[in-house]
């Protein structure tokens, strides 16, 4: 009777291991294909500048500010956000009296939603243009991990 339990459960067995196998097998597929799919740091990089500018420039972040464009360059993995400036701010003189460059900075240095970028050493270039001149650079900065870190 014993000798008819075991081969009665052998076929169980075989068809318990048999799916316990495929069901790892399935797990570790839908694993490497959900790994596969992940982007890298450049391409999500590349993605959120052209959402964010397809979705919402030209915007206007104050008075006479207007944010144009942000873009990546995936070789330098610098990303660079270009403004145009209108009215009383469009005048460098009014740029440089309050220290620009220092007044950004600190914005990268507290920014949470760079934190990813800053902490793979990227670097975030401010543009700001001119509406009288068009062309004109009124401001142009580059912040590199030295500058935030």
């Given at each position: 009777m014993k000798h008819c339990i075991i081969l009665h459960n052998q076929p169980i067995v075989r068809h318990l291991v048999f799916t316990v196998k495929h069901y790892v097998l399935s797990i570790i597929c839908i694993a490497a294909v959900l790994c596969s799919c992940q982007e890298t740091l450049e391409e999500r990089g590349q993605r959120e500048a052209s959402d964010y500018t397809r979705k919402h420039c030209p915007?206007?972040?104050?008075?006479?500010?207007?944010?144009?464009?942000?873009?990546?360059?995936?070789?330098?993995?610098?990303?660079?956000?270009?403004?145009?400036?209108?009215?009383?701010?469009?005048?460098?003189?009014?740029?440089?009296?309050?220290?620009?460059?220092?007044?950004?900075?600190?914005?990268?240095?507290?920014?949470?939603?760079?934190?990813?970028?800053?902490e793979a050493g990227y670097s975030f270039r401010y543009v700001y243009y001119s509406t009288k001149h068009p062309g004109l650079s009124l401001f142009d900065n580059t912040f590199k991990a030295a500058d935030y870190q």
């Open positions: 915007t206007p972040v104050g008075e006479g500010i207007t944010l144009d464009s942000m873009t990546f360059d995936a070789p330098s993995h610098t990303f660079s956000y270009c403004y145009t400036l209108s009215g009383v701010l469009d005048d460098s003189a009014a740029i440089w009296q309050d220290d620009p460059r220092a007044l950004l900075l600190q914005q990268v240095k507290n920014s949470t939603h760079l934190r990813l970028y800053k």
